[in-house]
């Protein structure tokens, strides 16, 4: 059973992740938001958080490519690696807030 604490996180992380997909939230925003919002989960079992966690790792590797490469395309929505980390997360989240 996921508190209300943690159903609340984990539709932010949603929300950020639809947003990104949709082009009205930025990468950075996206993955600072995860971080901060991974960072408060208090019941989601260890398993899981490493799995959200990893998720966002690829999210925050795409970015940080991007960056170094001078290359907004590598973190684009439609990126495949982009899409696959938003799906993944998506997936968990899901998941997770299902009764």
């Known amino acids: 059973m996921v508190s209300d604490h943690d159903r609340r996180q984990l539709a932010l992380i949603d929300y950020f992740v639809a947003g990104f997909e949709r082009g009205d939230v930025s990468i950075s925003d996206l993955v600072a938001s995860i971080d901060a919002l991974l960072d408060h989960l208090e019941d989601v ?10 998720a966002w790792e690829e999210l925050e590797i795409g970015y940080a490519m991007g ?5 907004p395309i590598l973190y684009a929505p439609d990126q495949p690696e982009m899409r696959q980390a938003c799906a ?4 968990l989240v899901s998941t997770l807030l299902s009764p």
């Open 45 to 54: 079992e260890k398993s899981v958080l490493t799995q959200l966690s990893e």
């Open 67 to 71: 960056l170094d490469q001078r290359d």
């Open 88 to 91: 993944s997360l998506r997936g």
